[in-house]
């Protein structure tokens, strides 16, 4: 276990940060731990069981330097959850329909916004790959991503 600001410096001064703690930002980000973990699968999480954050050290290396922004920004908004009681992983919820995950995705995507990403790209940032195409396209909808439709099937004569 390390402390969350050794690794990811400066989020206690993002608006969008602040916007997740208020006044309690630096306090917060201070007693945050995160673990890091070695795996090619996998992203970033919070444990449902102490709040921590979990990071994979081959995504940290190899993703995508926006991707790895706006997972955070996703993610502290679950510690913040984490911290109000909220259960994470309400199972009676598809990922795509869960509260908390919408939550966390809507300040991500609006911080994807101010950043200049397009609903393109936003769509982009949200494939992975345990989710289905499917899933992918009702998660967008329920984020207000707009979202290209299926390139029609060119016929083979
Ligand atoms: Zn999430």
Avoid: C
């Avoid at 940060?17 to 992203?43: P, W």
């Avoid at 510690?79 to 009676?92: H, I, P, S, W, Y």
């Avoid at 795509?96 to 809507?106: D, G, I, M, Q």
Wanted: aromatic share 12%; charged share 30%; no cysteine.
């Amino acid at each position: 276990m390390h402390s969350f600001t050794d690794f990811f410096k400066g989020f206690e001064r993002l608006p969008a940060v602040r916007s997740i703690f208020g006044d309690e930002t630096e306090n917060v980000l201070s007693q945050l731990k995160v673990e890091f973990f070695s795996s090619k699968f996998g992203y970033m999480g919070v444990s449902d069981e102490d709040g921590h954050l979990i990071v994979s050290a081959y995504y940290l290396r190899e993703g995508e330097t926006v991707s790895k922004y706006l997972d955070v920004i996703h993610e502290l908004v679950h510690v913040k959850q984490f911290r109000n009681g909220m259960a994470l992983f309400d199972e009676t919820y598809e990922y795509h329909n869960r509260p908390t995950e919408l939550e966390a995705y809507k300040l991500a995507v609006e911080e994807a916004r101010r950043l200049g990403m397009s609903d393109r790209e936003l769509f982009e940032y949200l494939k992975v790959d345990w989710m289905s195409e499917e899933e992918v396209r009702k998660l967008a909808k329920n984020l207000g991503i707009k979202v290209t439709p299926k390139r029609a099937q060119e016929r083979v004569r």
